[in-house]
């Protein structure tokens, strides 16, 4: 039980759909290539950094990610659960638009059994649909845009404190980036105005998370995904923004511009991603992600980022997601510094076109090739590579033949087994804010939904097919699913032929993608029954193919095992946790109001720097940049 009766935030993370253990539905290959299941259980690290900054600064905070719980515990009385928690406030996140309809379910469940508290929002997803929000939704009392929440938030908890939980219009105009209700019920945008010029002010180095356990007696609260007790991984951050536009992806340039504000890319201190990684790996044995690439950064960045990793003694396996093919001076900098390192790719297609329509024009399939080769010359310990069935100007063929493809790369590479190559579709839905969201005709989409609740029905539709927002005028939604599921037999038995999968894994993976067509043509016949002419009747129905469809929701079209990376369990790891566990709880004994559940890691960088806390920083916005005409990237 935790020392603190009432923490003052306690942020939940909601899973995709709020009934999903009751309610028949067949997710379909939506998390084939991902950790978590097709609830989406996985929470955005923004939780993580929101929770520390604030302890950092002298609120508590409880993290429960409430998807992870359910599945834990499918007798878990999730009402229950609700009514027992006390909070000064509530925190959901709506970072990725397939939580909508968990997010809202939740969010009425909380504001039925606490009215008085304030509940708010916040994420990408948030930042798009902000207005949307606070008009329909009236549990909903503050949305929070942009990417960088930690400080609006902890304003907004300031407010409240000292308010006794009645703050007054004038204090809540005062908090940059919300959107909220104003005493008469009008809804008031603040201007997002607070946009960090850096990376630096967050902790990611997962000091909140294992200080909150023991401090909290509760392990499960935060657990990041179903998974990861018996397969841990661990990730970080190199930059907020982007300098590319691939026009499905919410994450753009252009998306980061138009709907977050952010007109440059903020990145991290190169030798601050290297303490995260470094106290990181003290804790968690699985390997280790570096999203966003930071390769956008420039060369400097690179050679001290590499370097830093290359001082800290890095025993786990790394890998690295880069939105370029990197060349032969990359890789002689990574060999150079570690041991075991992956580089991630997603090209999307093998047609150069079809690649250039998607916004990745800047690379060939010829430059791909050629950067897997100096990979593995240089000692890479796995390539891996993904395509994506749905994106613009593709057809069905073309699906095909990028199999095809698949097959005669791994030919040219002798079947090399560092090679993981894999090909998914974009499910279940087109970014909201993205180029090709925000104008789908020119981009070849229709949308299905553009509003929160559209997206919100689409969710609880029987399976992948009818859940989806957009149609693509190349690639119809029978036709997207039929492609989808035969280019899983071909690349399974691709795979099978060439010794990349055994036998029994093959078989595995042919024996559900046949029954998940034979599932998806039943769930099509009940959908067009006119008979069932009420949505009770259709429930009924379908409730007879719930068991199989809950089934063939996970690894789907190819084994999720294939795509797992080794864990190396050491004994320096569990010594390090015992030391955590016996440090944090004698100080949560002796000195519980002054052992908050923040970084030292992060706070000592900062004293190293010389740098002043977040409150005492100019701005920390782009103010007189958005009135200049120069380019932001």
Partial sequence: ?????????????????????????????VSDLVPSTPIFEIYPLGLTTIGEYLERNGHTVRLFNLGYLMLHNEKMDVEKFI????????????????????VIEIARLLKKYHPNTPIMLGGLSS??????????YPEIDFVF????????????????????????????????????????????????????????????????NMKTVIRDRDLFGVVPYKQWI???????????????????????????????????????????????????????????????????AGDDYIRIFI??????????????????????????????????????????????????LFGKGHYTTADVEKSIKQAFDYGATRFDLYYLIGIPGQNAQSVLDNVDYI?????????????????????????????????????????RATTVEEHRELLVQPSWKYIMNYESIHLPPDELVDVTYEAGLRLNEMKRKSGLIDNATADAVHDRIEEAKVSMARVDAVMRDISLDTPEKREEKLGNLRR?????????????????????????????????????????????????????????????????SIQEMPSQHDREERSKDDKPY
Avoid at 2 to 19: E, F, G, M, N, R
Avoid at 550 to 577: G, Y
């Fill in 83 to 102: 009514r027992n928690l006390s909070a000064k406030a509530f925190g959901l996140d709506l970072h990725w638009m397939p939580h909508s309809h968990g």
């Fill in 307 to 356: 370097e830093s990793l290359g001082k800290i003694d890095l025993h786990a396996s790394i890998g690295f997601e880069v939105f370029t093919p990197p060349d032969e001076k990359l890789y002689e900098l990574l060999a150079a510094n570690l041991k075991d390192w992956t580089i991630e790719v997603s090209a999307e297609s093998h047609d150069d076109e079809v690649r250039k």
């Fill in 407 to 447: 097959g005669d790369l791994y030919e040219k590479f002798d079947y090399d087994k560092r090679l993981i190559s894999n090909i998914a579709a974009m499910t279940p839905f087109l970014d909201p804010g993205s180029i090709a969201y925000d104008n789908p005709e020119a981009h070849g989409y229709k949308l």
């Fill in 230 to 296: 018996s397969y841990p991984m661990s990730a970080t951050i190199c930059c907020r923004g982007c300098t590319h536009n691939c026009v499905t992806c919410g994450g753009s340039q252009e998306s980061y511009r138009k709907h977050y504000n952010r007109r440059r890319v903020a990145y991290r201190d190169p030798e601050l991603i290297a303490r995260d990684i470094a106290h990181a790996q003290k804790y968690i044995p699985g390997a280790i992600f570096v999203l966003n690439d930071f390769m956008q």
């Fill in 548 to 612: 199989e469809m809950e089934e063939l929701s996970e690894s789907t079209i190819c084994e999720k095992t294939e795509l797992r990376w080794p864990v190396n369990f050491r004994v320096a790891n569990l010594w390090e946790c015992i030391k955590l566990w016996a440090v944090e709880n004698t100080r949560n004994i002796l000195m519980p109001s002054k052992n908050p559940a923040a970084s030292k890691v992060h706070e000592q960088w900062r004293e190293e720097q010389g740098l002043p």
């Fill in 1 to 29: 039980m935790s020392i603190y009766t009432k923490p003052d935030l306690v942020l939940i993370h909601a899973p995709a759909i709020y009934d999903f253990r009751k309610k028949p539905q067949m997710f379909g290959p």
């Fill in 127 to 136: 930042s798009v649909f902000h207005e949307d929000l606070i008009t329909n």
């Fill in 145 to 208: 845009r942009g990417d960088s929440t930690e400080e609006p938030v902890r304003q907004l908890m300031e407010i409240i404190r000292n308010s006794n939980g009645k703050p007054s219009n004038e204090s809540l105009a005062s908090v940059p980036n919300m959107t909220w209700r104003d005493s008469t019920g009008t809804m008031i945008v603040n201007e997002l105005s607070f946009v960090p010029p850096d990376f630096n002010a967050p902790s990611l180095d997962f000091s909140f």
